[in-house]
T-cell receptor, first 115, second 112 residues
């Protein structure tokens, strides 16, 4: 079975540029999560969707960050404009809906460096 | 509210040593509990889970028991290997399944 697929794996860009991270969840999973991981702050939940609808975006750090899920098989996380402090590894995860015992399945992440 | 607290790292052990990584939680209702492992350069992978009190999750020689009376889910392995070097995360899913809470992670290094 294909797991959660994220692209690109690595992104290096200059500050001020727009960055778009992409995620394809596991087929049949109804929930999708975006996380950011840094040494300083650990793993932070940015936003999650149920059935393509954003449920909780309280973790999104600023208005520069936005996320969309236009359909059940695709989501994007966009940063515009990007800043050096946005450098981190960004993970997408998905899970089936249906209760507390469903684990999340993570992609391999996008390592983002803003110069 | 809901939260997970796990022991600070890093932890360094010799091969074949016994491993314990402590995890305690606070939660409303009846959460499910998980341990995830993250190898360098990779995403988090589910290691084991337990969905109700007194359940024992196990995988790859690792075990953890859901203890409601002590609100704990400590990870143990009897004999670690160099290949177990990774970061381990304790996590909780609330009774709705809509909220996930991760601990800060514990880095484990096993030396030959």
């Amino acid at each position: 079975d294909a797991g959660v697929i994220q692209s690109p794996r690595h992104e290096v860009t200059e500050m001020g540029q727009e960055v778009t991270l992409r995620c394809k969840p596991i087929s049949g999973h109804n929930s999708l999560f975006w996380y950011r991981q840094t040494m300083m702050r650990g793993l932070e939940l940015l936003i999650y969707f149920n059935n393509n609808v954003p449920i909780d975006d309280s973790g999104m750090p600023e208005d520069r960050f936005s996320a969309k899920m236009p359909n059940a098989s695709f989501s994007t996380l966009k940063i515009q404009p990007s800043e050096p402090r946005d450098s981190a590894v960004y993970f997408c995860a998905s899970s089936p809906m249906g209760g507390a015992n469903q684990p999340q399945h993570f992609g391999d992440g996008t390592r983002l460096s803003i110069l | 509210g809901n939260s997970v607290t796990q022991m600070e790292g890093p932890v360094t052990l010799s091969e074949e040593a016994f491993l314990t990584i402590n995890c305690t939680y606070t939660a409303t209702g009846y959460p499910s509990l998980f341990w995830y492992v993250q190898y360098p350069g990779e995403g988090l992978q589910l290691l084991l889970k337990a969905t109700k009190a007194d359940d024992k999750g196990s995988n790859k020689g690792f075990e953890a028991t859901y203890r409601k009376e002590t609100t704990s889910f400590h990870l143990e392995k009897g004999s670690v290997q160099v290949s177990d070097s990774a970061v381990y995360f304790c996590a909780l899913s609330d009774y709705t399944g809509n909220q996930f809470y991760f601990g800060t992670g514990t880095s484990l290094t096993v030396i030959p």
